[in-house]
């Protein structure tokens, strides 16, 4: 008996009806850049064409190039998400016993460590760049680090000089998650090659996505050798295994998309920074609202757009965050809560509050405001017109 495919609906018609009948429609704090579905067409048919999904397949190559070429790096290796990046490259490197990191940032950044059997050591933040502290990285040294595992949190980047002198100081391995940080400079070029391994995302929120995916920037050709023996259960051809590799591959569809995404991605880049520089513009005198700036990098991906409500703003952060929410917009904590609040990491000692000052304040009042290519003027007006009148 022939199986009748499944009525699905589609889903801009499914948002539609739940939207009641003449209200504002929603603005979510992003929407994934998509190029024109006709265009992606001659990939999929080249696809199928060939009956290559996987296993490094020509588009799979033919994006490892194009992501070197496009992030100014000599090796990158593909994967499927960028979790599985963190997890591969803390492989890698052979990372063992502690790791210090940051209580800022999504879990994936601490749950790639436990997945490995790693304990997280937690230091705080510096308050201006939300980035780990350099100061507070080496109060936190103990004789088991043998690791530093900095964010570039907000795409904005870390104190690179910094953090490489703590490591060569103790001989520690340094691995970025630059989940954010995709096509960020400094002055001396891409901020990917900084440290032993760089880790990006590339999930459909991100500035470039892949639908699902993420890479790791590898130093040189043997380094991207290891790494993807590990990516492929650690097979080096048919019958040889030379470690306890995972499944952490990129099928070719999710390359495919990522070549098309390329073409499209200075644009994208260009619109949000028209929106950052609207934002900053029209909210730079509202008392107790406080844009955060970035790091002196000398390229941006404006990848997000942290407010601090301060104390002098006449509403809490989760006031105004309900306000917004009332208005059909809807804003993101992001990172509330902290890492070191949930239940897996909250008994650590290092995940105690006093131990994390500059984390704690900024999760109580960080709130990042819708930005991507689509927002639209009259949408920005909405949402600055929320947080304005709230302040008068």
């Known amino acids: 008996m022939q199986k009748q495919p499944l009525a699905l609906v589609p889903p801009a018609q499914a948002a539609t009806e739940k939207v009641v009948s003449g209200a504002t429609s929603p603005i979510y704090v992003t929407q994934p850049a998509l190029p024109p ?11 199928w064409a060939n009956k290559i999904l996987t296993n490094g397949g020509p588009f799979h190559q033919q994006l490892e190039k194009a992501l070197c070429e496009y992030l100014g790096v000599q090796h990158l290796a593909l994967f499927s998400n960028g979790t599985l990046g963190l997890v591969t490259a803390l492989q890698a490197l052979r990372i063992t016993g502690e790791v210090i990191t940051t209580p800022y940032s999504f879990v994936a950044t601490a749950h790639s460590l436990l997945w490995n059997g790693i304990k997280p050591v937690f230091a705080d933040v510096h308050p201006d760049t939300l980035n780990l502290d350099p100061a507070r990285i080496e109060a936190a040294i103990t004789p088991h680090t043998t690791a530093i595992m900095p964010v570039h949190c907000y795409g904005h980047p870390c104190d690179v000089q910094a953090i490489q002198k703590i490591a060569d100081n103790y001989n520690l391995k340094v691995i970025y998650d630059a989940a954010h940080a995709f096509g960020v400079q400094d002055a001396g070029g891409s901020v990917l090659r900084h440290g032993d391994l760089s880790v990006l995302s590339f999930h459909a929120t991100k500035v470039f996505n892949t639908f699902e995916g993420g890479a790791i920037i590898c130093p040189d050709a043997k380094t991207k050798q290891r790494i993807d023996h590990l990516k492929n259960f650690g097979f080096v051809d048919e019958t040889t295994v030379v470690a306890p590799g995972i499944n952490g591959k990129m099928s070719e569809i999710n390359a495919a998309f990522g070549m098309l995404q390329l073409q499209y991605v200075g644009d994208a880049l260009a619109k949000r920074q028209a929106i950052d520089t609207a934002y ?3 909210l730079h005198n509202v008392p107790g609202i406080r844009c955060v700036q ?6 941006s991906n404006y990848s997000y757009f942290p407010i601090m409500v301060e ?28 890492i070191t609040d949930f239940p897996m990491y909250r008994g650590m000692p290092s995940a105690s509050r006093e131990n994390l000052p500059e984390a704690t304040a900024a999760a109580q009042k ?3 405001l819708p930005i991507y290519p689509a927002l639209t003027l009259e949408q920005q007006d909405q ?10």
């Open 37 to 47: 579905l006709e265009e992606f067409m001659p990939y999929l048919e080249a696809i």
């Open 280 to 282: 900053r513009a029209a």
């Open 294 to 299: 970035d790091a002196g990098q000398q390229v």
């Open 311 to 338: 104390p002098d703003y006449p509403l809490s952060r989760d006031a105004l965050y309900q306000k917004l929410k009332d208005n059909h917009i809807f804003a993101r904590r992001y990172f509330y809560p902290l």
């Open 366 to 368: 960080v709130l990042c």
């Open 383 to 392: 949402i600055v017109a929320v947080i304005r009148e709230a302040a008068v």
